[in-house]
Each structure stands twice: as structure tokens, then as C-alpha cells.
Antibody, heavy 122, light 106 residues
Framework: EVQLVQSGAEVKKPGESLKISCKGS????????IGWVRQMPGKGLEWMGIIYTGYSGTRVSPSFQGQVTMSVDKSINTAYLQWTSLKASDTAIYFC???????????????WGQGTVVTVSS | DIQMTQSPSSLSASVGDRVTITCRASQSISRYLNWYQQKPGKAPKLLIY???TLQSGVPSRFSGSGSGTDFTLTISSLQPEDFVTYYCQQGYTTRWTFGQGTKVEI
């Protein structure tokens, strides 16, 4: 079974750093794309960006460029999303998801991790 | 980036109703359109990819259509578990975008 398991909820203060994780299993993690999606409280889904686990190449939404860092550790099948200085506005649920394909041009997110709740408050 | 606009933002319906949700892209995206369902407190779940292909395991009451800029998700007969939120997402460009969501309420 293809599965993504994310790290647990975090409560941080503004200005603190944070790294959350997403561990894949049941497929070839080392040659896959992993995406990150933000959902602010009571709001919709926002595509943050995506990372190719093979060589850590990234595509990042302009809205998140410079605000977060995506990385991968292929040795432990884990992708990461990192902040160096959190803001209250980073409070949200963060989902990772595997980009899947029909083998042709079409791609989608499936499956998804369960989400990591990040709360930033003084 | 391509903007995705869903309508309506919310709708009220009853069990057994047929409902249609519309998603419009700000430019042509061919058939690079996916639909997801999100239940409260849960991760989104893929329903339909490539505009009209039903994901394995998804009930046949769900269907998708469209190409270019206009797409629809139809639920032929609403079941109690379908009263949740639906999102479209374009995969035409390398930077994907989601619609703002449509909440289906009883």
C-alpha cells in the first residue's frame, strides 16, 4: 500500500524555526515527486510547491518562494518542509502528497499524508 | 499563475438530489483538471483525474466532464457521506492551482 505519514502537530512561537516531515512507503520514493499543500484555518487548499526526490529539484509557488524550504532524505524515504522564522500567519494544516501519473501527460496528487497542524502563537 | 474559480461556493441539497459543481480556468488547460473531496478534519481524496477519469474505488455516482476552460463535477444521487467540500485543481502548468472549494450542505 502506498502511504505517506506526516509528523505530529507543532506549537511554536513567532520567530522560531520548524521542520516537518513526510515519510513515504510502499513505492519507489527515490524517483517520485512529493508536493506540499497548505490549508489555513477554515480556508481552501493552496499548492505550495513540489520536490523531485531523485535530485531534490523543486518548483515553488511565488506565494511561498523564499518563505519555506523543501528538502528530501532519500536514505530514509522522507521529505521535509522547513521554516527559519515562523509567523502567526503560518498557522495552518500542511499536507504532503505524492504526485501520481497515468504514465502519460496527466498528473494528480494521490495519496495524501494525514496532515500536520502547525500553530504559531506567542 | 492560472486562476481556478469554482461555483457555487456552497450549495444546499437533499439526499438523492443530482448536483453539479462548475470549475472555470482563467485560460485553457485542455483536460488537465482533477477533482478532490475533503471531509472535515481529513486529507483530500482524489475523485477524478484528467477531467473525466474516475479514480479506482470512487463510486460511479461521481462523474466529471469538460475541457479547455470549463469543467463540471456531477454527483448523480447525493448520499449522506457526500455532504462535504470539493476542490478542482489544474495540472496544466508546472505550478498547480486549486479552486476555492465548494461546500455541499444538507
Amino acid at each position: 500500500e502506498v502511504q505517506l505519514v506526516q509528523s505530529g502537530a507543532e506549537v511554536k512561537k513567532p520567530g522560531e524555526s520548524l521542520k516537518i516531515s513526510c515519510k513515504g512507503s510502499g513505492y519507489s520514493f527515490a524517483t517520485s515527486w512529493i508536493g506540499w499543500v497548505r490549508q489555513m484555518p477554515g480556508k481552501g487548499l493552496e499548492w505550495m510547491g513540489i520536490i523531485y526526490t531523485g535530485y531534490s529539484g523543486t518548483r515553488v509557488s511565488p506565494s511561498f518562494q523564499g518563505q519555506v524550504t523543501m528538502s528530501v532524505d532519500k536514505s530514509i524515504n522522507t521529505a521535509y518542509l522547513q521554516w527559519t522564522s515562523l509567523k502567526a500567519s503560518d498557522t495552518a494544516i500542511y499536507f504532503c502528497a505524492k504526485q501520481s501519473s497515468d504514465g502519460g501527460d496527466y498528473n494528480w496528487f494521490d495519496p495524501w499524508g494525514q496532515g500536520t497542524v502547525v500553530t504559531v502563537s506567542s | 499563475d492560472i486562476q481556478m474559480t469554482q461555483s457555487p461556493s456552497s450549495l444546499s441539497a437533499s439526499v438523492g438530489d443530482r448536483v453539479t459543481i462548475t470549475c472555470r480556468a482563467s485560460q485553457s488547460i485542455s483536460r488537465y483538471l482533477n477533482w478532490y473531496q475533503q471531509k472535515p478534519g481529513k486529507a483530500p481524496k482524489l475523485l477524478i483525474y484528467a477531467a473525466s477519469t474516475l479514480q479506482s474505488g470512487v463510486p460511479s455516482r461521481f462523474s466529471g466532464s469538460g475541457s479547455g476552460t470549463d469543467f463540471t463535477l456531477t454527483i448523480s444521487s447525493l448520499q449522506p457521506e457526500d455532504f462535504v467540500t470539493y476542490y478542482c485543481q489544474q495540472g496544466y502548468t508546472t505550478r498547480w492551482t486549486f479552486g476555492q472549494g465548494t461546500k455541499v450542505e444538507i
